[in-house]
């Protein structure tokens, strides 16, 4: 298992760009694949984008494709996801998961580790 410790949250404006970080801990940090989610308070749990840990397959919620970018640096133990363009409606406490597969990231997988999240603001 990794621990995981996300960064950069904050309150920004409508049409701001916004980097979440997630340091991961470990010497296995390249045999993770990597996943964002969001949650809002009151509303389930959702999934915003993943990595893969073989060949960096990355998938994306339809609303974030485009805007979104998902990244990792084995170098540096991090996954990092780009926000563009953010709406009011992304408002929501972001987390980081992790699991040790080669495999696809999905939604559904079971995750080994969780951040304690970051939380974001996106005034209108």
């Known amino acids: 298992q990794v621990r995981l410790l996300e960064s950069g949250g904050g309150l920004v404006q409508a049409g701001d760009s916004l980097r979440l970080s997630c340091a991961a801990s470990g010497r296995t940090f390249s045999s993770h694949g990597f996943c964002w989610f969001r949650q809002a308070p009151g509303k389930e749990r959702q999934f915003v984008a993943s990595?893969?840990?073989?060949?960096?397959?990355?998938r994306y919620t339809d609303s974030g494709k485009g805007r979104f970018t998902i990244s990792r640096d084995n170098a540096n133990n991090a996954v990092y996801l780009q926000k563009n363009s953010l709406k009011p409606e992304e408002t929501a406490d972001y987390f980081c998961a992790a699991r040790i597969t080669y495999g696809i990231i999905i939604a559904t997988t079971t995750f080994d580790s969780w951040g304690q999240g970051t939380q974001v603001t996106v005034a209108s």
């Open positions: 990595i893969s840990a073989s060949d960096q397959t990355t």
